[in-house]
């Protein structure tokens, strides 16, 4: 069995690691959540969904001189484990200075805007 969101981080982290200006990514509505996300706060410069019957999503990858703005990705709950907190238990990454995902009722949202909603889930992935 594949871990489709953890194919995504992979993906990411090694065309990161290459320094790629971008990379393609098979499409599902909660990785193209996730890409929203990392957009939002500053992890990645755009992405975009291309194609009509086989739909990917294009992440262009954002870098401070040789040196990846995403410096770690971690899978927190995974198809054999989940992983799933109420919206207090919602954990602060590196400080405050990553972010977690977490899958909640009201969609795909940031760790501090989960809390904010009062809206706990599924802790998808860890982001510093």
Do not use: F
């Not at 599902?28 to 410069?45: F, M, P, R, T």
């Amino acid at each position: 069995m594949t871990d489709p969101i953890a194919d995504m981080l992979t993906r990411i982290r090694n065309a990161s690691s290459a320094l790629l200006p971008e990379v393609r990514i098979p499409h599902s509505k909660v990785k193209e959540s996730i890409a929203h996300i990392l957009k939002d706060q500053g992890y990645i410069k755009d992405y975009k969904v291309t194609g009509s019957n086989i739909r990917t999503i294009e992440v262009e990858l954002k870098y401070s001189g040789r040196q990846g703005v995403i410096s770690g990705l971690k899978r927190i709950s995974r198809p054999g484990i989940r992983t799933y907190v109420k919206h207090d238990e919602i954990p602060r990454v590196l400080g405050g200075l990553g972010i977690a995902i977490v899958s909640t009722s009201k969609g795909v949202l940031e760790g501090s805007k989960a809390r904010r909603l009062k809206a706990g889930g599924e802790v998808l992935c860890y982001i510093w």
